[in-house]
C-alpha cells in the first residue's frame, strides 16, 4: 500500500487516491468526458504501477505521480484528457515559478481600460489604499460614493451606446465575466437602459441549466467543482437559443439549487421581432454554449472590477481578492455557505476563469470596469476580523494553503483600509448592494 507522498516542498503527507480521480476527471470533463468509472480504472493502474516501483524507505513524490497520470492516460487511448492534463501541469509550474500563464497574452490584457481606470483614480484621488483615508477623515465618503456610482454608470452608458449600432443585427447580447464580478447587476441596468429606449428585452439565466449535482466532480473534502462551462448542459443551451432565434417557443428547465438537480420546467419563452434575449453567464462566450447561432447576432460585453489602486508596498490589488470579499458577503447572507467553504471553493473559480474565462476577453465587443473605490470600506465592515480568524483556522492545512495565502494577503489589506460601518450610505441600485443586500433589484 502507498501511504505517503512527497509534495514538491519536501513535506510527507498522506497519500489519497481519491486526489487522482479527481483531477483525472476534472481534465476528462474539460474535453467533454464525464466517466468517473474510467478515471478510476486509471487511478488503479497507476497505483499498481507506483506499488511495483517499491520505495523501499522512501515515498514517491507528486511528479512521479503525475508523469504516471499521463503515462495510463495515453496508454488507454484518452489522448484528449492526457493533453488536458498536461496543460494543465505546466499552467501550474508556470505558476510556481512565477511566470506568466499562457492564458494572459497581450490581446487579454484590457491596457486601454486599465490605463483608463489608472487615470479616474489618480483624477480622484483613490489611486493608494492610504488616500481612502482622507475621504473618511475629511468626512467626504459621499463624494467618494458619488464619484464611484458614477464612473460605474458612465461604463453602463458607453455599453449601450456601442450596442446601439449593431442593432439592426443583434438578437443576443451576452454579459460574461468572472464570478462576482456583477453580471447580474450590470445585465439589469442594461435592461433599464435599453427598456428606456423602447427596445424590448428578454432576460436568459442560465443557471437553470446545470446538471444536477451528483454528475459534478467531487474533492476529498467532499466540496463540489461546479464552476467550469461543462457543469451546464451545453447541448440543450445552444439547441434552445437557435430554437428561439427560429421564433420557436421553448421549455426551461427549472433547477433546485436546495436539492441540487433538475426538477420540472420553470416557464415558456419566445422570443418576438424586435426583441433581444439578455445572457448573463459567467461562460457566456465559451464557444460550445453559443456556436449555433451567428457570430453577427451577438454583442459579447465582459465585466471585471479592474481595481487601480495600490497598496503601501506599491503593489495593486489583485481584482480576484475584491471579487473574493463580494463572494463571501454574498454567499454568507443569501447562498447559505459559511464563509470558510466559499474561501475554500475558490481554488475552483478561479482555476475556470484562468482557463475558461479570462482568454476569451479578446472576444469582447466592449469591457466594463465594475470596481468602485469605496466598495473596499463597506466589505471590510462586512468581513470585519473574518480573514484574520482564517488565519488560524487554516494555518498548518495543507489541504487549503491557497486559501491560507489568500487570507493573509486580504488581511494585510484590511489594515490599510478605513472602516466605514453605515450602509445607508450605498444607493439602493448600487451593484454593491447585489452582495450586501436591500437592493432595489430583486437578485
Request: include cysteine; hydrophobic fraction near 35%; glycine fraction near 4%.
Amino acid at each position: 500500500m502507498i501511504k505517503k507522498i512527497i509534495k514538491r516542498d519536501g513535506k510527507i503527507v498522506n497519500f489519497d487516491k481519491r486526489k487522482i480521480t479527481f483531477a483525472i476527471l476534472q481534465a476528462a470533463i474539460s474535453v467533454g468526458g464525464k466517466d468517473k468509472e474510467t478515471a478510476e480504472r486509471v487511478t488503479e493502474d497507476i497505483i499498481k504501477q507506483l506499488y511495483k516501483r517499491g520505495f523501499k524507505g522512501t515515498y514517491p513524490t507528486v511528479e512521479e505521480v503525475q508523469d504516471l497520470v499521463e503515462k495510463c492516460l495515453i496508454e488507454r487511448g484518452h489522448a484528449r484528457t492526457a493533453k488536458a492534463y498536461i496543460l494543465y501541469r505546466y499552467e501550474h509550474a508556470l505558476k510556481r515559478a512565477g511566470k506568466q500563464s499562457l492564458t494572459y497574452s497581450s490581446e487579454n490584457i484590457p491596457y486601454k481600460k486599465l490605463w483608463q481606470a489608472l487615470s479616474w483614480s489618480q483624477d480622484n484621488g483613490c489611486v493608494s489604499l492610504s488616500q481612502l483615508f482622507n475621504f473618511t477623515e475629511n468626512n467626504e465618503i459621499d463624494k467618494l460614493i458619488r464619484l464611484s456610482e458614477d464612473f460605474y454608470q458612465s461604463e453602463i452608458k458607453r455599453a449601450v451606446s456601442e450596442l446601439e449600432e449593431r442593432l439592426s443585427e443583434i438578437k443576443f447580447v451576452i454579459i460574461a465575466g468572472p464570478s462576482a464580478s456583477g453580471k447580474t447587476t450590470t445585465t439589469k441596468k442594461i435592461g433599464e437602459f435599453l427598456k428606456e429606449k423602447g427596445i424590448s428585452i428578454i432576460p436568459f439565466s442560465v443557471d437553470n441549466y446545470f446538471f444536477d449535482l451528483s454528475e459534478h466532480p467531487r474533492d476529498t473534502q467532499g466540496d463540489y467543482d461546479f464552476e467550469t462551462p461543462q457543469a451546464l448542459d451545453l447541448e440543450l443551451i445552444n439547441k434552445h437559443l437557435i430554437d428561439l432565434l427560429e421564433g420557436k417557443k421553448i421549455r426551461i428547465p427549472f433547477y433546485d439549487f436546495k436539492k441540487g438537480r433538475r426538477a420540472g420546467y420553470s416557464g415558456e419563452l419566445a422570443l418576438k421581432k424586435g426583441q433581444l434575449l439578455l445572457i448573463d453567464s459567467l461562460h457566456g462566450m465559451f464557444k460550445r454554449m453559443t456556436d449555433g447561432i451567428p457570430q453577427d447576432t451577438k454583442f459579447n460585453l465582459y465585466i471585471e472590477t479592474l481595481a487601480q489602486v495600490k497598496d503601501r508596498d506599491n503593489r495593486f490589488i489583485r481584482w480576484s481578492d475584491i471579487r473574493l470579499m463580494r463572494r463571501i458577503v454574498r454567499d454568507t447572507q443569501f447562498r447559505n455557505y459559511n464563509p470558510k467553504e466559499t474561501i475554500v471553493h475558490w481554488r475552483y473559480v478561479r482555476r475556470s476563469e484562468i482557463r475558461y474565462i479570462v482568454p476569451k476577453l479578446r472576444n469582447a465587443h466592449i469591457i466594463v470596469n465594475s470596481y468602485l473605490p469605496y466598495e473596499l470600506l463597506i466589505l471590510k465592515n462586512h468581513l470585519k476580523d473574518l480573514f484574520k480568524a482564517f488565519l488560524t483556522e487554516l494555518d498548518d492545512d495543507i489541504e487549503h494553503e491557497d486559501a491560507y495565502a489568500r487570507a493573509v494577503r486580504i488581511n494585510e489589506l484590511f489594515k490599510q483600509i478605513p472602516l466605514w460601518e453605515d450602509d445607508s450610505v450605498v444607493p439602493p441600485d448600487s451593484l454593491l448592494r447585489e452582495f450586501i443586500g436591500n437592493s432595489k433589484y430583486s437578485y
